[in-house]
């Protein structure tokens, strides 16, 4: 079921980083952060072709926008799963209660084996490590389950993974390599009459010695084309 809603604090629009950059790569964060796709572990899969549809935008502008997001980065695209991963997420979006924990710790061990899992569940990590043991305003109020669950599901992170951000699009894609034309068909010619066909196979037919009938006798020397023809062909007078 997609989601109904998705939280963007109103520094987003006056964050000096984000201000800084284009355009584009602005509602394009803002995009991955509120769209109907996106989940409450801040890295879901997503195609490019929905995020397409949804911002009108064509593929090379949505890449344009990664490139510009990742530098920092507040995005992340992983081309070969089709995941969103957004670095920053647990600071606007905090987990309340052992609900939202279990939750999460869900979403995110669905997700495909990739470097977009393993940064995602390493951020979460260090999230819950900057929780308090205990709830209250002074730490002496109820344990924090919240932290517990999320520390027996995924335990201390790490301060460095050998597994890099997935960069996608650091350059323009490559073209799709073109289909070779067809050669066009040879033109039909009409040599003389009765003599139909294309130019290759009227040379091969004039190297083709004649066909003799067997009963045909050889012409003569003398012999008179309008003398000697049939007599059918013959004007009457």
């Keep these: 079921m997609p989601r109904a809603y998705g939280k963007l604090f109103g520094d987003s629009y006056t964050h000096a980083g984000l201000r800084a950059l284009p355009e584009d790569a602005r509602n394009l964060f803002r995009y991955l952060c509120t769209c109907t796709h996106s989940t409450a572990a801040g890295a879901y899969a997503l195609s490019l072709e929905y995020l397409c549809l949804d911002l009108q935008w064509g593929i090379e502008r949505v890449r344009e926008g990664f490139r510009n997001l990742y530098p920092k980065p507040y995005a992340t695209y992983e081309e070969g799963f089709q995941l969103v991963f957004l670095p920053g997420w647990w600071n606007q979006n905090p987990i309340e209660n052992q609900n939202v924990a279990i939750h999460v710790s869900k979403l995110i061990q669905a997700l495909p084996e990739s470097a977009t899992k393993a940064h995602a569940i390493n951020s ?70 009765g003599e139909i066909g294309t130019q290759s196979e009227l040379e091969a037919q004039s190297t083709r010695p ?8 050889p012409p003569t020397e003398d012999f008179d084309p309008v003398r000697d023809q049939p007599a059918w062909m013959k004007r009457t007078a």
């Design 124 to 193: 979460l990590a260090k999230y819950a490590a900057s929780l308090p043991d205990k709830l209250g305003r002074k730490g002496e109020g109820k344990e924090n389950v919240a932290k517990r669950i999320l520390f027996e599901e995924f335990g201390d992170p790490s301060e460095t993974l050998s597994i890099p951000l997935p960069e996608a699009f650091k350059t323009h894609p490559i073209p799709m390599p073109t289909k070779e034309p067809e050669p066009e068909p040879e033109p039909v010619v009409v040599r003389r009459l």
């Design 210 to 217: 004649a066909a003799v009938s067997a009963n045909a006798k």
